[in-house]
Antibody, heavy 116, light 108 residues
Framework: EVQLVQSGAEVKKPGESLKISCKGS????????IAWVRQMPGKGLEWMGI????????RYSPSFQGQVTISADKSITTAYLQWSSLKASDTAMYYC?????????WGQGTLVTVSS | EIVLTQSPGTLSLSPGERATLSCRAS???????LAWYQQKPGQAPRLLIY???SRATGIPDRFSGSGSGTDFTLTISRLEPEDFAVYYC?????????FGQGTKVEIK
């Protein structure tokens, strides 16, 4: 069974760093793109970028380029989304999803709250 | 970047009625690269349709997708109680991929 299990909710202060994770199982992790999608409170879905764990090829939406870093460690079948300096506007639910196009499999989401 | 505009913003219907949701793109792209998702409160999105008209595994046949070029439609032939949710279209033919802003289907 394909599963994507994300790390737990985080509460951070502005300016802090953060790395959240998405662990894949039930399939060959290296062979499928992983996408990250943001959903701000009460808002729609925003595509942030994708990574191919096999060779770490990474693509970003211009809206998120330079704001976040997407990475993956295929040895532990885990993808990551990280921030070096969080802002209050980063408060959102973040989903990982399998696939470089449409996504049939999604993680449960990680809620990130940034507040002073 | 391709902008997807969904309409209406909210659709108020009764169970058993037909729902027609629209997704219009700011520029034409291959219909091969259009998907529809359903999202319920507190849940991750669920893939319904890919390639504009192919149902994902396990999706009931009351859900259908159509369209090409810049105009796409998701139709729910007879609304079941579990279909009241928010629906998003997504294009994945151009980078960056983009989602529409969503259509909420609510109980009238």
């Amino acid at each position: 069974e394909v599963q994507l299990v994300q790390s737990g909710a985080e509460v951070k202060k502005p300016g802090e760093s953060l790395k959240i994770s998405c662990k894949g199982s039930g399939y060959t992790f290296s062979n499928y793109w992983i996408a990250w999608v943001r959903q701000m409170p009460g808002k729609g879905l925003e595509w942030m970028g994708i990574i191919y764990p096999g060779d770490s090829d990474t693509r970003y939406s211009p809206s998120f380029q330079g704001q976040v870093t997407i990475s993956a460690d295929k040895s532990i079948t885990t993808a990551y989304l990280q921030w070096s300096s969080l802002k209050a506007s980063d408060t959102a639910m973040y989903y990982c999803a399998r696939g470089g196009t449409y996504s049939s499999y999604w993680g449960q989401g990680t809620l990130v709250t940034v507040s002073s | 970047e391709i902008v997807l505009t969904q309409s209406p913003g909210t659709l108020s219907l009764s169970p058993g009625e037909r729902a027609t949701l629209s997704c219009r793109a700011s520029q034409s792209f291959s219909s091969t690269y259009l998907a529809w998702y359903q999202q319920k409160p507190g849940q991750a999105p669920r893939l319904l349709i890919y390639g504009a008209s192919s149902r994902a595994t396990g999706i009931p046949d009351r859900f259908s997708g159509s369209g090409s070029g810049t105009d796409f439609t998701l139709t729910i032939s007879r609304l079941e109680p579990e279909d009241f949710a928010v629906y998003y279209c997504q294009q994945y033919g151009d980078s960056p991929q983009t989602f529409g802003q969503g259509t909420k289907v609510e109980i009238k």
